[in-house]
């Protein structure tokens, strides 16, 4: 029996992984789920896989949660302490971290110091502290295991593989809703449509991501640390089918790589049971039925943000924290209908500009960078509101 921890379980990643875990009572335990304020959606979660404790960030929510659970074992925490307790119950024995933004790196870290084995889906950590994540999981002797559909797809094919024999690794991108529509017309669209991932059912903030090509930036950064390779080891190419969800070259130039549905609990279930498989009871990825695969250069142009990612990873040290935060804010901003679509990638570029980079030593080095550049993005989300 193995003991599950989900970090962020009311969410898109985490009901997906709690949907695969109930499918194998005898395999999986839930020893602690953590949210943000979704007291009610907790609540079911905690009625449905019954942990021994439960955290939510907001301690108004946590306190009506409480009382109501007042008559039961479940402790419930609250606060980010109370989520970092979660993170790190001693009888876990995987940790899924599946809170979204930079608000999973401290969660993060402290599961892989108290030396658990971490499956990521919350890549803005890796961004923002990639260097820092990977020391600490070295030095606990600590897995991280890759849940991002293109990161798993390498994993996968990497299986056995000699590190030196990759020559690339090529990320697969949708393109998102809005692949098709010019600059100007971007512009003025609603949160509603770029919301509206053509494959993927996801939580807000990465659909947005997908939209402006910004999560394939993040995915590049996430990349370069999971497995060690430079910016130039790493392509990504258009693929709107999302069936191929990534490839690996290797130095003879052969390309393998990973296909299936778009369906996010592949790659979770890999993770549950690495390095094993189980069966799971979805539906079969029929080529016949989907007839073509189609794959194209990403138009940087219409899609400027992936060049600025591969410039921030190029650039280094407090680059991509400064990046991932500008992005976040510009991302709730355009959802809270204060800025148009267009205006993410001017707010993200205009705060990198005004960056001077610094080298990134220490976790406060990260979390200075990260709270600089929100200071900074909402000074040209403010100016371009008042415009
Ligand atoms: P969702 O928005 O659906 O869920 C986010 C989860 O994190 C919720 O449980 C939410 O709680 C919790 N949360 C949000 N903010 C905080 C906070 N400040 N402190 C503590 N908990 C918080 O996100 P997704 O599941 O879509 O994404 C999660 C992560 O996984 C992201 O980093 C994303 O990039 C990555 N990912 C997601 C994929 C997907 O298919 N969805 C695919 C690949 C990667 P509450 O419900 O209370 O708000
Ligand atoms: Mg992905």
């Known amino acids: 029996m193995k003991n599950i921890v989900i970090l962020g379980a009311t969410g898109s990643i985490g009901t997906n992984t709690l949907d695969i875990i109930q499918r194998f009572p005898d395999q999986f335990q839930i020893l602690g789920l953590t949210a943000k304020s979704s007291d009610e959606k907790l609540e079911s979660l905690i009625k449905a896989f019954r942990p021994k404790v439960v955290a939510l960030q907001d301690e108004v929510a946590a306190m009506a949660l409480a009382q109501r659970l007042s008559k039961t074992k479940v402790e419930v925490l609250s606060g980010e302490n109370g989520i970092l307790a979660v993170a790190q119950l001693s009888e876990a024995d995987l940790v899924i971290s599946a809170i979204v933004g930079a608000a999973g790196l401290l969660p993060t870290l402290s599961a892989i110091r108290a030396k658990k084995t971490v499956a990521v889906a919350n890549k803005e950590p890796l961004v923002m502290a990639g260097e820092i994540i990977k020391k600490e999981a070295a030095f606990n002797g600590v897995s991280i295991l890759p849940i991002d559909s293109e990161h798993s797809a390498i994993f996968q094919v990497l299986n056995g593989e000699r590190h030196q024999d990759i020559q690339r690794i090529i990320l697969t991108a949708s393109g998102g809703p809005l692949l098709r529509l010019s600059n100007d017309e971007k512009t003025q669209i609603s949160p509603e449509v770029a919301l509206a991932h053509p494959n993927w059912k996801m939580g807000p903030k990465i659909s947005i991501d997908s939209a402006t090509l910004m999560n394939k930036g993040l995915e590049i950064i996430e990349a370069k640390w999971l497995f060690d390779l430079p910016a130039g080891k790493i392509d990504v190419v258009i693929h709107p089918e999302s069936i191929v ?143």
Not at 305 to 310: D, F, K, P, V
Not at 336 to 354: P, S, W
Not at 368 to 385: F, S
């Open 245 to 387: 969800h990534s490839m690996v070259e290797f130095i003879d130039r052969s390309v393998v790589a990973q296909l299936g549905l778009p369906d996010m609990r592949t790659p979770i279930s890999y993770v549950l049971h690495y390095p094993e498989r189980i069966p799971l009871s979805l539906p079969s990825l029929d080529l016949a039925e989907v007839g073509t695969l189609t794959f194209e250069k990403p138009d940087t142009k219409a899609f400027p943000l992936l060049t600025t990612a591969y410039a921030a990873l190029e650039g280094g040290g407090s680059l991509p924290a400064v990046l991932n935060a500008a992005n976040e804010e510009a991302v709730k901003a355009f959802l809270d209908k204060r800025i148009h679509f267009g205006t993410i990638t001017k707010v993200i570029q205009q705060t990198l500009e005004a960056h001077r980079p610094n080298a990134i030593k220490t976790l406060d080095d990260v979390l200075e960078a990260d709270r600089w550049a929100r200071i900074e993005g909402k000074r040209w989300i403010k100016k371009d509101t008042n415009s």
